[in-house]
């Protein structure tokens, strides 16, 4: 596209050059006097490691898995996360819990391994997306840093307890039912 | 006075004289080493940053980021001292203090003061008393001699970007010098000398700058060049030749180089200070107390000092052209309107 360049035809005033410097200056003045008085707490740059800055809303911070009042997780293993992660982050290995398939024939599913590789992770929200059960949130921790790569791979209970002290939750490291022995098949009644 | 100086053995005139040295010597670079504070967390206030605050006395105060100078001194110390190997290792070596003296050198004849008589002795209130038949010429040959630093550091350095850089930095220097003394000459004719004494005597009523707006604004310009300041710093330039004259310059070297810029700048504003804006003099008063007079002297320095950085996050750098037009075109003529300007009205009587 061209662009039609409009010579301006300056005043003399403005050709002394003096003049536009001094109401340059005076700009310059005005931000200083501006910054230099404002409170720290108040400026543009947070101080970051003596402020810390509250994210906006719908900030897609470090993950927590959901849970139950009584302590058991909401995912379901259903796989959808991982199938709409596109970093391929996440792995997880299901199991069968409950006596329903017992009762009800059916099976409930939980995941019995549940891993984001957080240094893969690119904090997109699309297993926030993607979940059915609301499962799966991205809240608003952005300090995430660590010595070593090792402790980025975070498991299902590190997932679990991410936000447990901040909603004063109880840390927990072990389901309240037990998981059931692998059979595809209905047992016989004795 | 007398009592201290009998305390220490000494004659009055020689304590005297050692206590001005220290001032003189001392007080410059005190502000120099400041203003680098200066110009780093004002630039930062101007520009809606916070600037440099981190760095911590004793790992505990703070003090508006103050320590960040002690430990900027301290780094450069301790830094390896490099000299490339196809440099001119003596005139390496040299370039710092050729650039460092003569910025030193400067402040010696501005007075700071009125001088005042106690016991018998007159005490001048500038290292290089009155009459001593320089005048106002020495802080002009000093600060030409300026010039020889830059280009020693640059020719010594053997590099491409140093040697651009010392080129276009003299070629500068020299042409608003001449404007620059074209300036000054205006001022000796209307002072009836070139003593920095008579000339503050002269601006009693009104300040020169009164009268010589043009020839003030010929000077202050010209001040910009012979600081190598922005919008005239052409010593540097990022984008063109990397770090310019001092590209090849690291620790206390480069230390000297960067507190000689700042030197020549409380320089300049002390010229400005006594050559426009009547020294030590407070409006208002015809004979302050000395003590008034050199804190008038020093609140004016440190405006103008303060004036130097503004300007430079004001402005950005012109292009070499641009500066040579501005140089040869409109300030030359500017300075010589000035000079006939004054030398018409003192004919006429005014």
Known sequence: MAVLVRKVELSWLDRTYVWPVLKGMAVTIRHFLKQITTRPSKRYTVDYPDRKRTPAPGYRGLHELKRFEDGSIKCVACFMCAEACPARCITIESEEYGDLNRTQGFQEKRPSVFRIDMLRCIYCGMCEEACPKDAIWLRDDYEQSSYDRLSLQMGKWDLMNTYADRDRKPRIDRDPTPTVPHHSVLPEEP | ?350
């Not at chain 2, 009523?205 to 919008?231: D, H, K």
């Not at chain 2, 063109?240 to 000689?260: D, N, R």
């Not at chain 2, 040869?328 to 309107?337: M, Y």
């Open chain 2, 1 to 350: 006075m007398e009592s201290l100086a009998s305390q220490l053995h000494l004659m009055p005139e020689t304590f005297w004289m050692i206590a001005k040295l220290a001032i003189v010597f001392l007080g410059p670079l005190t502000l120099a080493a400041l203003l680098t504070w200066v110009e780093r967390r004002g630039s930062a206030m101007i520009q809606d940053r916070v600037g440099p605050n981190r760095a911590l006395l004793f790992g505990r105060w703070r003090l508006l980021g103050l320590p960040q100078l002690a430990a900027d001194g301290i780094k450069f110390f301790l830094k390896e001292d490099l000299v490339p190997a196809d440099a001119s290792p003596v005139l390496f070596w040299l370039a710092p203090l050729l650039a460092f003296l003569p910025a030193v050198l400067g402040f010696a004849i501005i007075p700071f003061g009125r001088s005042f008589t106690q016991g018998g002795h007159t005490y001048h209130l500038s290292l290089l008393d009155p009459g001593n038949g320089m005048g106002m010429l020495y802080p002009m040959a000093i600060g030409a001699v300026a010039v020889y630093g830059i280009l020693t550091a640059a020719w010594s350095s053997n590099n491409k970007w140093s040697i651009l850089g010392g080129m276009r930095s003299s070629a500068q220097m020299v042409s608003y010098e001449i404007s620059m003394s074209l300036a000054v000459v205006a001022v000796f004719m209307r002072a009836g000398a070139y003593d920095p004494e008579q000339i503050i005597a002269a601006q009693a009523g009104l300040w020169n700058v009164a009268p010589q707006v043009l020839g003030f604004l010929a000077f202050f310009v010209c001040m910009f060049a012979e600081t190598n300041r922005l919008p005239f710093d052409f010593a540097e330039g990022e984008s063109e030749i990397v770090a310019g004259f001092h590209t090849e310059y690291g620790s206390m070297k480069f230390a000297l180089l960067q507190l000689a810029e700042y030197l020549h700048l409380v320089t300049a504003a002390a010229l400005i200070v006594t050559l426009y804006f009547g020294g030590w003099r407070v409006p208002g008063l015809a004979d302050p107390p000395v003590l008034l007079s050199v804190a008038a002297f020093g609140a004016k320095l440190v405006f103008f000092c303060w004036v130097f950085i503004w300007v430079r996050w004001t402005l950005p750098r012109f292009r070499f052209d641009q500066l040579m037009f501005l140089g040869w075109k409109v300030l030359l003529p500017l300075s010589l309107g000035n000079l006939l300007l004054q030398a018409w009205l003192m004919r006429r009587g005014w």
